[in-house]
Each structure stands twice: as structure tokens, then as C-alpha cells.
Nanobody
Framework: QVQLVESGGGLVQAGDSLGLSCAPS????????MGWFRQSPGKEREFVAA????????NYADFVEGRFFIARENAKNTVYLQMHKLKPEDTAAYFC????????????????????WGQGTQVTVSS
């Protein structure tokens, strides 16, 4: 069982930057692909970004438009999501997710492909 803990959410103004972190509470995730998802009230959880176990591959949702960057430090068992030029529509609870993969370069995009989830951290962007 992998337990994920997100941190770094908060209240910012439009145009600001914010960084999120995610770390497992117990075991290493060096063989796991990692993803970030978000969910607003009344909406389905949606994909934001993902990074392969190797760190060589990343995927981003179209709405990111080059504003967000996902990275990982396997030595620190931590995955990051750096967000820039935040917009009010980025307001949501952001969730970290992990899935064990056979390919070091696998980079899943779907909610259904991930097995482990954090509790989420709230990001609120004021206009």
C-alpha cells in the first residue's frame, strides 16, 4: 500500500506561481509513474500532468499551455508540480497519484490507470 501526501496548496492571485509537492508516507515510489490531477466542485477529476518512473517522459493536459511543470526526485521520493501564471479557473483540489509500471518510460494520463491517491491539497486563485 502506497500512501501519498501532498503539500504546497494555498491562496494566490491570478498570475502568481505556486509549487506542489507529493511524497509517499512509507515506501519508495521509484518504480511508479506519478501524476497530478485536479477536481473542482461539481466537476469530474481531470488530468493535469504525469511523469514516468525514469523521469524521461512527461505529459500535460492541453489547458496547461506551458504554465505547469512536473518533476521528480527519486532519491528524495518526491514529485513536484510547479505552476506559473495561475488563472482563477485553475482553482481546484489537486491530487497526487501513483501507479506501478513495468516500463520506466510509461506515463499514464487516465484517472482509471492510477492505483494510489493522496488526500488532495487546495489551490485557490483569486482574480
Amino acid at each position: 500500500q502506497v500512501q501519498l501526501v501532498e503539500s504546497g496548496g494555498g491562496l494566490v492571485q491570478a498570475g502568481d506561481s505556486l509549487g506542489l509537492s507529493c511524497a509517499p508516507s512509507r515506501r519508495t515510489f521509484s518504480s511508479y509513474a506519478m501524476g497530478w490531477f485536479r477536481q473542482s466542485p461539481g466537476k469530474e477529476r481531470e488530468f493535469v500532468a504525469a511523469i514516468s518512473w525514469s523521469g524521461r517522459n512527461t505529459n500535460y493536459a492541453d489547458f496547461v499551455e506551458g504554465r505547469f511543470f512536473i518533476a521528480r526526485e527519486n532519491a528524495k521520493n518526491t514529485v513536484y508540480l510547479q505552476m506559473h501564471k495561475l488563472k482563477p479557473e485553475d482553482t481546484a483540489a489537486y491530487f497526487c497519484a501513483a501507479v506501478s509500471v513495468l516500463s520506466a518510460d510509461s506515463c499514464p494520463l487516465s484517472v482509471n490507470e492510477y492505483d494510489y491517491w493522496g488526500q488532495g491539497t487546495q489551490v485557490t486563485v483569486s482574480s
